[in-house]
């Protein structure tokens, strides 16, 4: 059975971001399996068959060995509201694994809202199945302790396009947007005013 799971996106002919995938991906076969040999995560995948004007997301799952390779057609979710959602303090995300029960747990608290932001010891961590990013007007940041590093958060910072901020639910009036991001979404995708966060 598989205990984890790594998400790519196929975009215009390629893998995006395969470099933070890799890193990840070996990262965390090295931490829970002691597993020191790294693995090319583009020797797994056939992408011969992939149409280049189609976005497509790609699902590994692993646990010491490789299990499954999935590939489907990607379609962004609808999100224009946020919920705020208190974690408990010993909830850990910290890789990407593939037995979301305790953030499905939170999910539905969400009541009328699209999707929610988790707190955890009182700080704005991610949504659940993304990260977040705010923006002040002049500069975008995102939290400094969130539930999962994901890719782009971490391709993102390598490139300085945001920086990293402990923020708390009284700092939201500070920002004007929040942009949600992962391995199938870019900063600009969603932009939800702050005002739509409850």
């Known amino acids: 059975m598989s205990r984890f799971i790594e998400t790519l996106q196929f975009k215009n002919g390629s893998l995006q971001n395969l470099k933070c995938h890799n890193r990840r991906f070996n990262h965390c076969r090295k931490d829970n399996y002691g597993i020191e040999e790294a693995v090319d995560l583009r020797k797994l995948i056939d992408a011969s068959s992939l149409l280049n004007n189609i976005t497509y997301k790609i699902t590994i799952s692993y646990s010491e060995t490789i299990n499954d390779v999935s590939i489907i057609e990607y379609h962004k979710k609808t999100i224009n ?43 704005i961590t991610d949504i659940s199945f993304a990260n977040i990013v705010f923006y002040d007007g002049n500069k975008y940041f995102t939290p400094a302790s969130p ?52």
Do not use: W
């Open 81 to 123: 509201t946020l919920k705020i959602v208190e974690a408990s303090p010993d909830f850990d995300y910290s890789y990407k694994y593939s037995n979301r029960r305790e953030i499905n747990q939170l999910l539905l608290k969400k009541e009328s809202c699209d999707d929610i932001i988790i707190l955890k010891n009182k700080l």
């Open 147 to 198: 539930l999962l590093k994901g890719t782009k958060r971490e391709e993102l910072l390598e490139k300085q396009m945001i920086s990293i901020e402990e923020i708390y639910v009284k700092d939201l009036q500070l920002f004007k947007y929040c942009h949600i991001i992962n391995a199938m979404l870019e900063l600009e995708d969603y932009r939800i005013e702050i005002g739509k966060i409850v």
